[in-house]
């Protein structure tokens, strides 16, 4: 049956490493070798320490049958120390009386006969369950939740921290809080964020407790309660496993430049200047508006206007990382410093400039007016000298509907 020596049974014996996945199951012994075939449980009697040219004079192609006498009994005939070694393995060892040949079978199962998971048992090297095992893995749960949950527990999500590891980011800030750096224990525990999630999901399944701790701690405590095949078990082990991901989720929303957006604008009409400026989180919902006027007749200083007042406002609401848009290509590029600020507007640059500096994050881009539809319409909100903050529960119907529109990605058509 086999013309080569092969592996079997357990772990090999020649200190290889490797595990056997076959077994050879003994009648007449006729085709099974005698040292290198996997016919014993715990795998070939040839030890690496066997010279080859030692095997190949004397064993290389001894058979199993030489050491059966009568096809019934085991004996030893070759009187060498290896097989002495092995002995009462192989008085152990069943010789099977109705079949008619060796027969290979799959040693990882009691059966055996081959199965996936066995095979998988074997490739990931048979290391223990981790106790966190059930908690992620459960039937019905969602297999993107439980994956992300997976490489969370392994310590292996791609956080700031471990990037900034690796090399490719620099600032290993939390994007949720701005005010840690982001490991996976901070991030999905202890950032304030998270922790107010972790309180609201163990109130909702009944825990009125802080999850207070280490996020090891929390795991250990989550695996002895949120536990069991039933069906509040998976329910809460889903809450468990929802929330990890959607916290990774919400992170990566906030890492993939869907940060807070300052929509500015500037306008004149007939020597009266309008500013507007609309403050949005990630999600394109509204933190502020505003629109003012003044006596100013310089569309750009009006522009500039609009972009000081839109940081001015950014602060209040403590956002920490905001990209300001404006229409005003020359605006931006006075901003940036690739164009020369006229002396009646530096002021105005310099301020936007000192308020730039105060967020951790502050960039400028140029947007297109037909997508600049609320910050124009607040520009162009009064016609006197004033400043507008909008009650965000009471905003005009029309710019409602801009937002709205703007959150969806319309595009407006130029008029
Ligand atoms: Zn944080």
């Given at each position: 049956m086999?013309?080569?020596?092969?592996?079997?049974?357990?772990?090999d014996?020649?200190?290889?490493?490797?595990?056997?996945?076959?077994?050879?199951?003994?009648?007449?012994?006729?085709?099974?070798?005698?040292?290198?075939?996997?016919?014993l449980?715990?795998?070939?009697?040839?030890?690496?320490?066997?010279?080859?040219?030692?095997?190949?004079?004397?064993?290389?192609?001894?058979?199993?049958?030489?050491?059966?006498?009568?096809g019934?009994?085991?004996?030893?005939?070759?009187?060498?120390?290896?097989?002495?070694?092995?002995?009462e393995?192989?008085?152990?060892?069943?010789?099977?009386?109705?079949?008619?040949?060796?027969?290979?079978?799959?040693?990882?199962?009691?059966?055996?006969?081959?199965?996936l998971?066995?095979?998988?048992?074997?490739?990931?090297?048979?290391?223990?369950?981790?106790?966190?095992?059930?908690?992620?893995?459960?039937?019905?749960?969602?297999?993107?939740?439980?994956?992300?949950?997976?490489?969370?527990?392994?310590?292996?999500?791609?956080?700031?921290?471990?990037?900034?590891?690796?090399?490719?980011?620099?600032?290993?800030?939390?994007?949720?809080?701005?005010?840690?750096?982001?490991t996976?224990?901070?991030l999905?525990?202890?950032?304030?964020?998270?922790?107010?999630?972790?309180?609201?999901?163990?109130?909702?399944n009944?825990?009125?407790?802080?999850?207070?701790?280490?996020?090891?701690?929390?795991v250990?405590?989550?695996?002895?309660?949120?536990?069991?095949?039933?069906?509040?078990?998976?329910?809460?082990?889903?809450?468990?496993?929802?929330?990890?991901?959607?916290?990774?989720?919400?992170?990566?929303?906030?890492a993939?430049?869907?940060?807070?957006?300052?929509?500015?604008?500037?306008s004149?009409?007939?020597?009266?200047?309008?500013?507007?400026?609309?403050?949005?989180?990630?999600?394109?919902?509204?933190?502020?508006?505003?629109?003012?006027?003044?006596?100013?007749?310089?569309?750009?200083?009006?522009?500039?206007?609009?972009?000081?007042?839109?940081?001015?406002?950014?602060?209040?609401?403590?956002?920490?990382?905001v990209?300001?848009?404006?229409?005003?290509?020359?605006?931006?590029?006075?901003?940036?410093?690739?164009?020369?600020?006229?002396?009646?507007?530096?002021?105005?640059?310099?301020?936007?400039?000192?308020?730039?500096?105060?967020?951790?994050?502050?960039?400028?881009?140029?947007?297109?007016?037909?997508?600049?539809?609320?910050?124009?319409?607040?520009a162009?909100y009064?016609?006197?000298?004033?400043?507008?903050?909008?009650?965000?529960?009471n905003?005009?119907?029309?710019?409602?509907?801009?937002?709205?529109?703007?959150?969806?990605?319309?595009?407006y058509?130029?008029?």
């Amino acid at each position: 049956m086999h013309s080569t020596p092969s592996t079997g049974g357990d772990k090999d014996p020649s200190g290889s490493g490797s595990p056997h996945c076959t077994r050879t199951l003994i009648h007449p012994g006729k085709e099974t070798l005698l040292w290198y075939d996997p016919w014993l449980i715990n795998g070939p009697i040839a030890q690496s320490g066997l010279l080859i040219a030692d095997a190949l004079g004397r064993h290389a192609f001894e058979r199993v049958e030489h050491i059966l006498l009568d096809g019934q009994r085991w004996v030893n005939r070759t009187h060498d120390p290896a097989l002495d070694d092995r002995w009462e393995e192989i008085q152990a060892t069943k010789i099977h009386s109705r079949i008619q040949e060796d027969l290979v079978v799959w040693a990882p199962t009691s059966s055996g006969k081959f199965s996936l998971k066995s095979a998988w048992d074997v490739v990931r090297g048979g290391c223990e369950r981790k106790e966190w095992y059930n908690l992620v893995w459960f039937p019905h749960s969602q297999p993107r939740f439980s994956f992300v949950c997976w490489v969370a527990l392994w310590g292996r999500l791609p956080t700031r921290s471990l990037l900034a590891r690796w090399g490719t980011v620099i600032d290993p800030t939390c994007y949720l809080c701005g005010n840690a750096v982001e490991t996976t224990d901070h991030l999905l525990f202890e950032c304030d964020f998270s922790s107010a999630v972790w309180r609201e999901v163990l109130s909702l399944n009944g825990f009125n407790r802080n999850p207070l701790g280490t996020w090891k701690d929390v795991v250990e405590w989550l695996v002895s309660h949120f536990n069991g095949g039933s069906l509040l078990g998976s329910v809460r082990k889903f809450s468990f496993i929802s929330s990890v991901y959607r916290l990774w989720q919400e992170r990566n929303a906030r890492a993939h430049l869907k940060r807070p957006t300052i929509n500015c604008d500037g306008s004149v009409k007939g020597g009266f200047g309008g500013y507007g400026a609309i403050g949005r989180n990630y999600r394109g919902e509204p933190v502020f508006a505003l629109a003012g006027g003044i006596q100013e007749s310089d569309v750009v200083c009006m522009e500039l206007h609009a972009i000081r007042s839109g940081l001015q406002r950014a602060r209040v609401f403590n956002l920490s990382q905001v990209q300001v848009r404006s229409d005003s290509q020359v605006a931006i590029q006075m901003v940036v410093g690739t164009y020369k600020v006229p002396c009646g507007v530096l002021w105005l640059v310099e301020e936007i400039c000192e308020l730039r500096d105060s967020f951790r994050s502050c960039t400028f881009i140029h947007h297109v007016r037909e997508i600049n539809c609320c910050a124009d319409y607040l520009a162009g909100y009064t016609s006197v000298a004033q400043i507008i903050h909008f009650d965000l529960h009471n905003l005009p119907l029309i710019l409602s509907e801009m937002i709205q529109n703007d959150a969806k990605g319309k595009v407006y058509s130029r008029m």
